[in-house]
C-alpha cells in the first residue's frame, strides 16, 4: 500500500488545514465568541492585539497625524510601513532588494542626518556618532545595505 507522507504528517497536525475548521484554533475568550483561526501566529496575534495590554507605536515625525499628538499605530508592522512609505525611511522589506530607484525615493533627512532606525525594535532615532550602527534598544545591527548607502552617500558629500 502506497502511503502520501505529506498527507499523512497533515492529517496529524492539528490546526494546519485551514479548510477544515475542526483543527482551527480558538480563542477562549468569552467575548469572542469562539472565533477560529488557522494558524498558531494568527491566534497569538489576535491575543497580543485585543487581550493583552496593547501597545502602541506612535510616529516622532512632530507634524504626523500619527504621532503622540495623534493616533498611534497597535501594530508595529503597520509602523514600520508607515515610515517606510510615508516618511521615506530606509526599512527594507524582507527578502526584497531595493533597486536604485527605491534608494533614489527614500528622503534625505532619514539616511544623511546621522542617525537610523532600528528596522527590528524601531526605537526612536540611533545616533551614529553616539551608538554607530548597533541600536542601544535591542542590540540589532544596522543591515549592512543601509550601511553602505549612508557610506557612499557621506563619500559625495565629502
Known sequence: MLVNLHQLAKSLAPGTDASDS??????????????????????????????????????????????????????????R??????????????????????????????VSNGWWRCSRCLMKRVVIDVDGYSCPGCGNTLELERQKYREKLGSLRS
Open 22 to 79: 475542526s483543527r482551527r484554533l480558538v480563542c477562549r475568550v468569552p467575548e469572542c465568541n469562539g472565533k477560529a483561526f488557522p494558524r498558531q501566529a494568527d491566534l497569538d496575534r489576535h491575543t497580543r492585539m485585543l487581550h493583552d495590554a496593547p501597545k502602541t507605536y506612535a510616529c516622532d515625525y512632530l507634524k504626523c497625524s500619527r504621532s503622540v499628538n495623534g493616533t498611534p499605530f497597535n501594530r508595529q508592522d503597520h509602523f
Open 81 to 110: 510601513d508607515h515610515l517606510r512609505d510615508q516618511h521615506k525611511e530606509d526599512l527594507l522589506r524582507r527578502s526584497v532588494r531595493p533597486d536604485a530607484d527605491w534608494w533614489n525615493s527614500r528622503s534625505n533627512r532619514a
